[in-house]
């Protein structure tokens, strides 16, 4: 495994209405959400990131990956995989998926927490989402190479 100093990397929660956007800080520390893209038009989010990844100089990608609660993929799962890989044909760029296990739901408390009630959360929670995803990512990858 990489360790993340000095390794610019973005998390991505597809959904068919949203893809949640985060990015990490230039250390590796810290993911930060950003603003959702349009999930209904795939292409137009994918050249949003490519574009993201260029002007951030974003060096991978952590997908997050949907599994139901027996841990198997399902069609959310399938769709985060396909957008994934185009994602990185897109691009050029790695692409790593990731168990997002209950992100949303973290991601929900967290903004409740921070005092953003549910219907402000609609617009929030998908890149909140992504940054709970990219968040742990960053957090293994520091004991991995610890």
């Known amino acids: 495994m990489l360790s993340t100093s000095g390794v610019r990397a973005a998390g991505v929660d597809v959904g068919k209405v949203r893809v949640g956007v985060a990015v990490a800080d230039e250390l590796g520390l810290l993911a930060h959400p950003r603003a959702h893209l349009d999930g209904r038009d795939p292409r137009r989010a994918l050249d949003a990131l ?16 949907p599994r139901s609660l027996g841990g198997e993929e399902g069609p959310a799962a399938r769709r985060a995989r396909k957008f994934g890989r185009a994602l990185g044909a897109r691009t050029g760029l790695r692409i790593e998926f990731y168990d997002e296990w209950l992100s949303t739901r973290e991601a929900r408390s967290r903004l409740r927490e921070q005092g953003v009630d549910d219907r402000a959360a609609r617009d929030r929670i998908d890149s909140a989402a992504a940054a709970v995803v990219l968040q742990s990512w960053l957090d293994g990858q520091r004991t991995v190479s610890a």
């Open 50 to 65: 490519a574009a993201l990844a260029d002007a951030e100089k974003i060096e991978l990608f952590v997908v997050g990956l």
